[in-house]
């Protein structure tokens, strides 16, 4: 009998074999700062609502495949152009999969700034496209317009991700030179806006007079990321083509409901993303004062990179986990993040929480 290693080696395509799992550590019992969540909950008024609403949720039934009503609220709520069209995933990292699955082949190539969002790499791997990183400026992370022309010019990009604000930085690109970038692709460019509740600025109007343009969103940080709900919006004719490769049911019915339920709370969660928005200035300033944080560079988003001193970045990681306290390590994981860890921007009593254990083990 064949043993399941020889299968795997013979049958799973090698770019996926010589791929690493995305790991997500446990969290279980700590403060978690790791993620970009959204650390408040629903008043229990609004829940007891929700919890009515869901009483009559028809799970026996498949979803609607065209999240209609859902849909709507977004129209509603998102500045959507009536002139664009919208495609639903299951979370915007389905939405990054579909790209992969329409576009991808062996001849084409992903190029993205980086450091970047991790998904745009390993989407690319194992939807079988090249994948091409141009660096950042390493002292404030902001894009290297020339190594960007070149890149582009040489490698002709399919599909090129610029995450504004971009994760793991925080920063928003500049505007003028995103534009560039559009007038200069010869693929499509998808501004990817995660971020966009505690950055303000956006592209979504551009769409309508843009093709190449393709602006992705997600309620995840805006306090539903359990839902897992992403949407993009582009042209009209761009969705409908991508839509072939989306699953009929990819958004089941527990999350419609709940969304649109939620879109019709828009002011509590504009309200909560405001709220992140201010504290995480006082985070900033906190910890810029804290012994041993050498850099905290300015956020539009609800996180904050920082640089410890030299070698400290792996045991206060560990430290702050024993003090119950899980933010992301992102040294290690990027030459240009040497000595940097992220935290999420908490409630101001888990805020504290961090900085309080991040002094004693620092
Ligand atoms: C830039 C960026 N895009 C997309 C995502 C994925 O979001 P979702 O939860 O919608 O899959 C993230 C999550 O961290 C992100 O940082």
């Known amino acids: ?24 550590p446990p969290a279980s019992g700590l403060i978690k700062l790791d993620a970009m969540e959204n650390p408040y909950v629903w008043p229990e008024a ?12 028809a799970i026996n039934r498949y979803p ?8 709507a609220g977004l129209r509603r709520t998102q500045g959507v152009p009536e002139a664009a069209g919208l495609l639903l995933g299951n979370g915007s990292d389905e939405l990054i999969q579909l790209l992969g699955m329409a576009l991808g082949g062996e001849q084409r190539t992903v190029l993205s700034p980086g450091p970047s969002f991790a998904m745009y790499r390993l989407i690319a791997g194992f939807t079988g496209m090249g994948f091409v990183e141009v660096p950042l400026q390493a002292e404030d992370f902001s894009l290297d317009m020339p190594a960007m022309r070149e890149a582009i010019n040489r490698h002709q990009p399919a599909i090129i991700y610029l995450a504004y604000p971009n994760n793991p930085t925080g920063n928003a690109f500049d505007r003028g030179q995103i534009e560039e970038i559009l007038d200069l692709a010869p693929g499509v460019v998808v501004v990817d806006e995660a971020y966009h509740a505690f950055c303000g600025e956006s592209f979504i109007d551009q769409v309508p007079g843009r093709p ?12 539903l990321a359990g839902l897992r709900l992403g949407f993009l919006v582009a042209n009209p004719q761009w969705i409908d083509e991508l839509e072939k490769c989306r699953l009929p049911y990819n958004i089941n019915v527990l999350t419609q409901l709940s969304v649109t339920f939620a879109l019709n709370q828009d002011s509590l969660l504009r309200e909560q993303s405001r709220q992140i928005r201010d504290d995480r200035e006082g985070l900033a300033a906190a910890l810029a004062q804290v012994p041993g944080v050498a850099r905290v ?7 904050l990179t920082f ?15 024993e003090s119950g306290v899980l933010i992301k390590r992102l040294d290690g994981s990027h030459p240009m993040l040497r000595d940097c860890l992220r935290v999420t921007v908490g409630t101001p009593q888990e805020n504290a929480a961090f900085l309080q254990a991040l002094g004693r083990v620092l």
């Open 212 to 223: 190449q343009l393709l602006v992705m969103r997600t309620l995840s940080k805006m306090g």
């Open 307 to 321: 640089r410890t001193v030299g070698g400290a970045a792996a045991k206060t990681h560990l430290g702050l986990r």
């Open 297 to 303: 560079w300015p956020s539009r988003a609800n996180f």
């Open 1 to 24: 009998m064949t043993d399941a290693g020889s299968l795997i080696r013979r049958l799973v395509r090698p770019a996926v074999q010589e791929m690493q799992a995305y790991h997500v």
């Open 46 to 57: 609004l829940r007891g609502q929700w919890l009515e609403l869901l009483r009559d949720a």
């Open 64 to 71: 609607d495949p065209q999240a209609t009503e859902l849909k």
